[in-house]
């Protein structure tokens, strides 16, 4: 069975400096994968190379059995990949509703759209209730709900999530770490860009390590979280 | 004649034309951060537009009320091809650019587009007379507006509504929102930023020509350098009003068109001050006024906080 994305030797820089420097990985129809490594290890850039916003150097992504390569960020949304980005990046003048709605942008199926914001109420009933409210009014947290939220309205084959937990509390990582297992378990297929990487790996089904734009390691979710080198590495112990 | 009531029509007519040339500046900077400091050029071009067609277009003796249609129709394509053509030719090469390179551009540009009508346009080194509606000065109690005045009273309004309702309700306007607020995440939504930036400019584009022909038929006249006094002074209001924001923009152009015309008729009987009223001093009361709200409320005066962005 081929993979759902399928990514071969990307390259990508900015300017002269090149950021990844190289990687390979796959996602399955279905799973979740998960990114993790320090800040600089190129999560970041892989994802926003992969929807659009930078263009790769060289390399090779096809998704859903097309080529990615070339394509603007505003046809790749089209295609089933969904982006939540780094630092949320909600539409901070609009209310939580409008931006829900500016997810399903592409969707002509205005009682889908309705259905689908009244499934993201109900995944996160705070944005319910504040549905009316400026989204940047929300807390950290909520934006992250909404942000989700947000690339969940474009019915996505694959859900790109990049650093969901950042600058959040234990409390609210905790639900949002419970919200992704949930996705999962609802058949949605994520791309899981994480710092946490305890968190992250322990709802993985695969993992890849990468350090300065590079894949250092690849495994099982367990295995790598079992791994001694990532422990010392990523989960703080000696 | 110089009764308050008059005055303050004099600014409200003066104000509505700010208004509408502001709206240019507003939303192409709201979305692309781009002072187009051609704009008062695509005014101007507006404006050569609208007497194109009723000089060369129409049959000699149209009735102005025919005429007028085809002359915003006519003034209105070609100040929208230009400012979209600026937009593909000149300003979307360099995105990504250091902010200088764009705005030197856009001076550049605004100085070529003076020369290519002042050069090719037959006769353009003198006014131009402009065609004029064919009804006397309406009279209100004390206040009489020239027939040129009424047209711009009653379009900018409508130019407003329109624009007001297609932002903030139908879809593409709110994705002009979206990328105004923030352009790579509104290309993750699936909107083509490209065709958000071309429709700016085209707005933008119209509503200078509909100010252009307010212009002609409130001066009479149209002339090839008519787009820099008026651009600065809208680019005034833009930040007056607070850049960026389209209900600003309408603001800032009326409180600066009310503002120099109190200035202009009023100052002079201050005691002290009998020097500084007239005419010749309101770009320098329009300037003063811009300097008072840069310095007490940066923002502009319904401007958007720029503290928001979590």
């Known amino acids: 069975m081929s993979a759902l994305l399928e990514v071969e030797d990307l390259r990508v820089a900015y300017g002269k400096i090149e950021a990844v420097k190289g990687i390979s990985f796959s996602v399955q129809q279905g799973e979740v994968v998960t990114l993790i490594g320090t800040n600089g290890a190129g999560k970041t850039t892989t994802l926003r190379t992969l929807s659009g916003l930078l263009k790769p150097l060289s390399g090779k992504i096809t998704f859903d059995g097309k080529p990615l390569t070339g394509v603007p960020a505003h046809k790749i949304v089209a295609m089933g990949l969904a982006h939540s980005p780094e630092g949320r990046r909600i539409f901070p003048r609009l209310s939580i509703a409008e931006n829900l709605q500016l997810g399903a942008f592409l969707r002509k199926d205005t009682a889908g759209i309705e259905k689908d914001i009244q499934r993201a109420y109900d995944l996160f009933p705070i944005l319910g209730e504040r549905r009316k409210q400026a989204a940047g009014t929300l807390s950290g947290g909520e934006q992250q709900m909404l942000a989700m939220g947000r690339a969940l309205m474009s019915q996505p084959k694959l859900l790109m999530l990049d650093e969901p937990s950042m600058g959040l509390s234990p409390i609210m990582m905790q639900k949002i770490m419970a919200t992704i297992v949930e996705l999962k378990s609802q058949g949605t297929t994520i791309l899981l860009v994480e710092q946490n990487a305890q968190a992250a790996l322990s709802l993985a089904d695969h993992g890849h390590v990468m350090e300065v734009g590079t894949v250092v390691l690849s495994g099982t979710g367990q295995d790598l979280l079992h791994d001694e080198s990532v422990r010392k590495a990523y989960l703080g112990e000696d | ?310």
Not at chain 2, 49 to 56: E, I, K, P
Not at chain 2, 182 to 195: F, K
Not at chain 2, 289 to 310: C, M, N
Request: with cysteine; net charge neutral.
């Open chain 2, 1 to 310: 004649m110089n009764t308050l009531p008059q005055q303050l029509a004099n600014g409200l007519f003066l104000g509505s034309m700010y208004g509408l040339i502001a709206i240019g500046y507003t939303m192409v900077y709201g979305i692309v951060q781009l002072i187009n400091f051609a704009h008062g050029e695509i005014f101007m071009t507006g404006g050569f537009g609208a007497l194109t067609v009723y000089l060369y277009v129409l049959p000699n003796g149209t009735s102005m009320w025919i005429a007028l249609p085809a002359m915003l129709i006519g003034g209105g394509i070609v100040s929208v091809l230009i400012a979209v053509g600026a937009e593909r030719f000149a300003y979307r090469p360099l995105r990504g650019a250091p902010r200088l390179a764009p705005l030197i551009t856009a001076i550049g540009l605004s100085l070529a587009l003076q020369q290519v009508v002042f050069n090719w346009y037959p006769d353009a080194k003198n006014d131009l007379k402009f065609p004029q509606l064919p009804f006397g000065p309406v009279h209100i109690g004390s206040v009489s507006i020239q027939s040129g005045s009424v047209f711009v009273i009653i379009a900018a309004p409508l130019c407003m509504a329109a624009l007001a309702l297609f932002v903030s309700l139908s879809r593409t306007g709110r994705a002009m929102q979206a990328t105004a607020q923030d352009p790579d995440t509104a290309q993750l939504m699936g909107i083509d930023t490209n065709r958000i930036i071309v429709i700016a400019f085209a707005i933008g584009g119209f509503f200078a020509a509909v100010a252009a022909v307010s212009y002609g038929l409130r001066y009479g006249t149209v002339k090839y350098d008519m787009g820099f006094q008026m651009g600065l002074k809208a680019f005034t209001a833009a930040v007056l009003g607070g850049i960026g924001n389209i209900y600003g923009a309408m603001i800032g152009g009326l409180v600066l068109g009310l503002a120099e015309t109190m200035a202009t008729s009023y100052i002079d009987g201050i005691p002290g001050m009998q020097q500084l009223g007239g005419g010749g001093w309101s770009a320098v009361w329009a300037f003063v006024l811009l300097i008072l709200v840069l310095l007490f409320r940066p923002q502009g005066l319904i401007g958007e906080r720029v503290a928001d962005r979590a």
